[in-house]
């Protein structure tokens, strides 16, 4: 059969691209003239990204000890994954634009829906409360300062 | 003794031991919140203690020092969060106890074990610090490189399943450390212009985004309807640990109050070094060190005790030296200069009353966060019966803005996310993510200290293994790594013998 | 299941369709806030302090300090919160305020930062994208030996150095910072050739020179103070313009280098467009309290000398050093 294409060999060649790219610029980084090669900023990040591409050609030639039985994900387990990973970015560019409350209180109903909640009125009063909850702690008490939206809270 | 004596008379004034109980519940709120750090609770609270008198000030601000540092295991057990720093080794353990159905008895452990470390590190500070500060001056550059290459070394026993693979993740972290301005060099890092990465990753957004979202992705994923565990029975016996469990642990007891302490009276090393160390350790001496990792009492014993001595530890040189050895402990530098102290070698004899004073509020704040955990674990285990999607959209929440508390910057939310689904990418591919956490904290002291000890020493590179607490650090490092091929065959050798 | 899916995948694109349109509609409101331009103003709604250090540190307590004595000495009718926006060298802290509407609610709290970051670090702003209200306090460098040196005063310290060219070790804080600047500067004047190590802070620094792990270290006296005290090291070179608490230390002046001082200017300033009559009311405020007597204290506790002066003196200083600075750095190479 040849090769066979492993999981591990696949993050062995992304972590390999990605440290050979390290290592080009750890040796491209500024230094003060008279510094020793040792004391120079890209000291470490040079042997540490030369380190990494050998660690990963072992790793791509490595024989596959863990049985590399390919649990089929579901297509709804994608969608959940993705929809709480989006959720969070989400929240991240809402954040500035509608302030805490608003975006949490977004945020919170999202992710209980996905995790399975059906009721739109259950979600909507948890992710209230919760939100209530955050902002009296964090900002009343402990004097946070949450970004505060267009709409002035 | 008289001083001592008179001190722990002032301590019982209705005023100070108010200060004493409230700081220390200040502290196990912040401490098991993640994203507001010890030192930002006593931080915040500085400002508060300008009105009063020195001793209940400093009182306030240094028993939530002691509750903070337990209140971050509180959150690392239930949720898989460690509210600090420190406690991300307690997550190892805690956490799989919490998944087995055991959380109970890993939130009492915990209250035990930070109780016994947090003693035998005030009994240190009140009776050691003098000379354990003359130790410290013993640690320069090469001294901390050392040390801090002993600590690595824990990525090869945290790498059970696949040594290259923990390796990967663990000189990965340590090339994470090195974004950022460089302290030795003074050059900025693979920053590309971004200034939100000019001051370094924060380490705090980088452990919620691997420990919480990545196992929270991974429930997700798997539809997870909750932790099995037995909630109807819920007396008090049955939830904490049992007496066999604390012979168990009693041991690990000792030498993680002791290695902590003396950890935490280093400089720059601090409870979260401590607590991974310690963690190794108590692996590596016990009967059953095949179990670390997979919920096993002694972890959150070992880690949790560790902690919570490291910061005894971390007042020695505060109070010896007037000289912070970590971001807590410059606040309360702050703190005695606020109320006209100066810490340092005259701190003792110019105002004996303060300073015996603050090392007996931590003493009996020991005491007072005991109380509350033991209490508490029967309220606590009850949260972990609230339906799944419910307690999981909680841990998004106070995920998302603990991030941000840390540096009020939307942009660490992001971090938490990008390393969330690097996290949950890794655990699906046998990959570790604990040694990225580990490469982080200890990546900065091996990096910057070993430059400093070069300059220091002209560029002679013999001086890590001249210098004798170098040589030994190195020489325990390679045994450390050594241990994990050599163990199986001494036990082959001691069940030889037996036959 | 199907439902439930399609429902979730609606949310999400209700999300994101609000997101658009409130992106859109946050352009139009992003206009500066009218601020009447009358004499007599006042601050209506908390004011923020802008730190740049990690809380606790030595920015916090003077941002604390002056927070506390403008509020309860100068009448300043509302509370002043501090808030911390560490990292890149007050890069962050620098743009949080410039991000912020320039009303008077908003005030950085400055150090030495402002003048080396900005050029370390290439950056378009600069301590002149700022108007200034005061310069309240400076803390100047200085060198610290151990108290058994074989060097009495800063003149025996230079005859050592030349006579034993590399062999003196001194710690500071960080690299291409004021620390290392001020050495370089005296190296140049003097002829001597010292080793500077870069530490991670005075706190190190006072413990690699206790332990022997180098010879000297240049700190702010704030950090210094105990040690001084209890006689285990002692300050031999005075690197401001104020003589210190100790007596008999030789300054920078003393030893006829005027070119060589370096201190850390502390004060205060708003975002740069702000109305005239808003930093006129911060100014008057803080200068009042020149006779503070907390303030007083707090310069004592600290080692820090007050130095009350207006904004616009306050500027013209901190161009001349952020000229000296400029200069330092090319010479180190790192700008």
Not at chain 3, 163 to 177: D, K, L, M, Y
């Amino acid at each position: 059969m040849g090769i066979r294409f492993s999981k591990n060999m696949a993050w062995g060649i992304i972590f390999l691209l990605f440290s050979g790219f390290v290592l080009s610029e750890s040796l491209s980084l500024p230094y003060r003239p008279d510094a020793e090669i040792a004391i120079r900023g890209g000291f470490f990040p040079t042997i540490l990204s030369s380190l990494l591409i050998i660690l990963n050609i072992i790793l791509i030639f490595q024989k596959n000890k863990d049985s590399d039985k390919e649990k089929t994900v579901s297509r709804k387990a994608i969608i959940r994954v993705s929809s709480i990973v989006g959720g969070i970015i989400a929240y991240i560019i809402l954040l500035p634009v509608l302030g805490f409350i608003v975006s949490a209180f977004l945020f919170v109903v999202l992710c209980v829906r996905t995790l399975g909640e059906q009721s739109w009125k259950k979600a909507s009063l948890f992710a209230f409360l919760m939100v209530i909850a955050v902002y009296v702690v964090f900002h009343i008490f402990l004097n946070v300062r949450f970004p505060v939206g267009i709409l002035g809270f | 003794m008289e001083i001592i004596l008179n001190a722990f008379l002032n301590i019982f004034h209705l005023d100070t031991l108010m200060a004493l109980i409230i700081g220390t519940f200040l502290g196990i709120i912040v401490g098991c919140l993640p994203g507001l750090t010890p030192s930002m609770g006593v931080a915040l609270l500085l400002p508060l203690t300008f009105g009063m008198g020195p001793l209940e000030g400093i009182t306030l601000l240094a028993s939530m020092y002691c509750g903070a540092m337990y209140g971050g295991s509180i959150s690392a057990i239930l949720i898989g969060i460690p509210g600090d720093g420190a406690a991300s080794a307690t997550v190892l353990d805690g956490y799989p106890m919490t998944k087995n159905g055991n959380a109970g008895k890993a939130l009492g452990m915990a209250a035990i074990a930070s109780f016994i470390g947090g003693i035998i590190g005030v009994l240190i500070l009140l009776s050691l610090s003098h000379v354990l500060a003359q130790f410290t001056l013993k640690f320069g550059p090469a001294e901390y490189f050392s040390l801090g290459v002993f600590g690595l070394t824990i990525v090869v026993s945290l790498s059970s399943k696949s040594l290259v693979k923990g390796l990967i993740a663990g000189i990965f972290g340590v090339l994470l450390s090195t974004v950022g301005v460089d302290k030795v060099s003074g050059i900025y890092r693979f920053t590309y212009g971004i200034t939100d990465l000019t001051s370094g990753l924060d380490f705090v957004p980088v452990i919620i985004g691997l420990f919480a979202i990545s196992s929270i992705l991974e429930q997700v994923e798997a539809s997870f309807q909750g932790h099995k565990a037995n909630y109807k029975d819920l007396s008090f016996r049955k939830l904490l640990p049992s007496w066999a469990e604390m012979k168990l642990c009693s041991s690990t007891f000792l030498r993680s109050g002791l290695l902590g302490t003396l950890i935490g009276v280093l400089p720059g090393a601090g409870g979260t070094i401590s607590g991974f160390i310690c963690y190794n350790e108590a692996k590596r001496f016990s009967k059953n060190s095949d179990k670390f990792g997979t919920g096993f009492i002694e972890g959150v014993a070992a880690t949790e005790a560790g902690n919570n001595a490291a910061s005894g530890g971390a007042m020695v040189p505060l109070m010896v030296f007037g000289i912070p050895g970590s971001a807590t402990t410059a606040i309360l530098l702050g703190a005695f200069v606020v109320h006209g102290l100066q810490p340092g070698p005259l701190l003792f004899i110019k105002s004996p009353d303060v300073a015996y004073g603050v090392i007996l509020s931590m003493f009996i704040a020991n005491f007072v966060f005991l109380a509350f955990g033991l209490l508490s674990v029967k309220p606590f285990a009850r949260l972990l019966a609230i339906p799944v999607q419910w307690m999981n959209s909680a841990i998004l929440l106070i995920a998302v803005v603990g991030a941000y508390c840390i540096n009020l910057r939307v942009f660490d939310i992001g971090l938490m996310l990008f390393f969330g689904i690097l996290g949950f990418l890794m655990k699906k591919n046998n990959f570790t993510t604990v040694p990225i956490v580990l490469g982080l904290v200890l990546g900065p002291i091996v990096e910057n200290y070993f430059r400093r000890a070069l300059i220091t020493y002209g560029g002679d590179y013999s001086i890590f293994i001249t210098r004798p607490i170098s040589a030994a650090l190195l020489l325990f490092a390679l045994f450390s790594v050594a241990w994990p091929f050599i163990s199986p065959r001494i036990k082959k050798l001691s069940i030889f013998k037996k036959a | 299941m199907k439902k439930r899916q399609s429902r979730v995948l609606v949310l999400l694109l209700c999300i994101f369709l609000m997101l658009t349109l409130s992106a859109g509609c946050s352009q139009n409101t992003a206009a500066p806030p009218a601020v009447s331009e009358s004499d007599e103003w006042q601050p209506t709604e908390p004011v923020t302090f802008v730190i740049w250090a990690s809380p606790g540190g030595g920015s916090d307590i003077y941002a604390r300090t002056m927070a506390k004595a403008l509020m309860e000495e100068a009448g300043v009718p509302v509370n002043i919160n501090v808030e911390s926006h560490a990292g890149g060298g007050g890069a962050v802290g620098m743009t949080e305020v410039l991000n912020r509407p320039a009303d008077g609610h908003t005030v950085l709290v400055t150090t030495a930062s402002w003048l080396l970051t900005p050029q370390t670090q290439n950056l378009s702003i600069g301590h002149r994208s700022f108007d200034p209200i005061a310069m309240v306090f400076s803390e100047p460098d200085v060198l610290y030996v151990r108290n058994d040196a074989p060097y009495k005063d800063a003149n025996e310290f230079i005859e050592y150095a030349l006579a034993h060219p590399g062999e003196i070790r001194v710690n500071g804080t960080g690299s291409g910072g004021r620390e290392e600047i001020s050495l370089i500067n005296l190296e140049e004047k003097t002829g001597i050739d010292v080793t500077y190590v870069p530490s991670e802070g005075g706190g190190e620094s006072i413990v690699n020179v206790l332990g022997g792990h180098v010879e000297a270290f240049t700190s702010n006296p704030g950090e210094a103070g105990a040690q001084v005290e209890a006689g285990n090291i002692r300050p031999i070179l005075n690197f401001g313009t104020t003589p210190l608490q100790e007596e008999g230390v030789l300054s920078v002046i003393d030893l006829g280098y005027p070119d060589a001082v370096s201190t850390q200017l502390r004060g205060l300033a708003l975002k740069g467009g702000t109305p005239e009559n808003i930093r006129k009311y911060w100014e008057d405020k803080v200068l009042s309290l020149k006779d503070s007597a907390d303030l007083k204290k707090y310069a004592d506790d600290n080692g820090v000398i007050p130095e009350f002066k207006s904004g616009e003196e306050f500027f013209r200083i901190s161009d001349d050093q952020y000229e000296m600075y400029g200069k330092m750095l090319k010479k180190l190479g790192i700008i």
